[in-house]
């Protein structure tokens, strides 16, 4: 479902990837870990589409990125890509029900059909009392699980998170992991996680070792 080939990126002389390699199946939930410096985001936001590699390519569901203009790479981010960060990143002055639905109305849906989703979505997260909340009335677990659910408005082909959990605790860290493979197991939604919790890259589906700009282990576990 996403294939990553021969990607290399440099900023100035410094080269932070050096011909990476990826397949990720539909349905897979992996993991990617490694020390600081790695390469892990830079390499998660190319396959995103926020950044552009110096060559290599990426292909989601068929498409090759590097073949689409801005225009139409908007479009298919858009789309098909959903994000997660540590940080949750949603916008102070809406309400929960509000920041979801913001992906929909960039990609055109109606708002009455984006505002029906959005409520189905946050009501599947478990917090349907919680759509007119903005995010500072929010916990930090509640504030992820939004986030989430943005992240879900399109029906995206991947959801890519850099350290989702890495501003919680232990207990909402522990129900935002299992979040995820509720949705890869009701939704067959696909995940790739940049994560320093070794907790969350041992029960993921792989876990893909960088170090210095290369991939230099891609372990499965057995299911």
């Known amino acids: 479902m996403i294939e990553v080939n021969g990607i290399t990126k440099s900023f100035g002389t410094l080269q932070v990837l050096k011909g990476i390699n990826l397949s990720v199946k539909q349905g897979e939930i992996i993991s990617i870990v490694g ?5 892990k985001t830079t390499l998660l936001q190319i396959i995103g589409t926020l950044d552009k590699a110096d060559s290599g390519s990426v292909t989601i569901n068929g498409v090759n990125l590097s073949k689409l203009n801005d225009s139409r790479l908007s479009d298919f981010r858009n789309q098909n890509i959903g994000f997660v960060f ?8 809406f309400t929960a029900l509000e920041n979801v639905m913001i992906p929909a109305l960039i990609g055109n849906v109606k708002e009455s059909q984006a ?13 349907s009392d919680r759509v007119t909340h903005k995010p500072n009335e929010l916990s930090g677990g509640e504030k992820q699980r939004v986030a989430v ?7 995206p082909a991947v959801i890519l ?3 989702p959990s890495g501003s919680l605790d232990t207990e909402n860290k522990e129900d935002l992991h299992q979040l995820f493979f509720k949705l890869r197991d009701t939704l067959g939604q696909t995940f790739v996680i940049v994560t320093h919790d070794e907790h969350l890259a041992s029960i993921t589906d792989r876990t893909v070792h960088m170090r210095d700009g290369m991939i230099i282990d891609n372990q499965s576990i057995d299911l």
């Open 35 to 39: 020390a600081s410096g790695a390469g």
């Open 86 to 93: 540590q940080f949750h990143q949603l916008l102070p002055e």
């Open 115 to 127: 505002k029906a989703k959005a409520k189905e979505l946050l009501d599947m997260l478990g917090l």
């Open 149 to 155: 659910a943005r992240s879900l408005i399109n029906n």
């Open 161 to 163: 998170a850099d350290e």
